[in-house]
Every structure is written in C-alpha cells, then in structure tokens.
C-alpha cells in the first residue's frame, strides 16, 4: 500500500469515529475514484456503495451523482425523481 492509500484509510477510520457523515462521503468517493482510474470496478462500486449510503443518511446532494455512477455499473436502480 502507498502512503496516500494508508492515509485515505486513517482519514476514513478517524471521519467513522467522529461519525463525520460529510466526510464520509467525500472520503469513499474519493477511494472510489482512486479504484476506477486504477480499473478495479469491483473495489470502485464498494466505495462508491458506502458514499451512497452516507450520502443518503445525510441528506446530502452527492447521492444522485453517486447513484448514477452505480447505475452506469449495474449496481442499483435509478432514484425517483
């Protein structure tokens, strides 16, 4: 692993203590596009997954975008509008 992997990883450990539902977001959509720039899809929708369910915990307006890059992937349902 490289330090910037390691110190996504202690970011996203420390935004879980802190239940950081904002960070959280960023955070896994941040490991997920690290994942698919890589191809590794598998790795990039868990990540995309977890930013998701954060993003719909908060109320926050990422889960659209987060929504659709998983229905481009095959891994959900669209949202209602």
């Not at 420390?14 to 955070?27: G, I, M, P, Y």
């Not at 720039?37 to 369910?53: P, S, W």
């Not at 719909?56 to 209602?80: H, I, K, T, W």
């Amino acid at each position: 692993m490289d330090q910037d992997v390691d110190g996504l990883d202690r970011a996203l450990l420390k935004a879980h203590d802190r239940q950081d539902l904002e960070a959280l977001v960023s955070l896994y959509t941040k490991a997920a596009d690290r994942r698919e720039a890589l191809g590794e899809i598998e790795a990039a929708c868990f990540y995309l997954t977890q930013a998701f369910v954060f993003a719909l915990e908060s109320g926050s307006s990422e889960a659209r975008s987060l929504n659709a890059r998983l229905v481009s992937y095959g891994r959900a349902v669209p949202l209602p509008d």
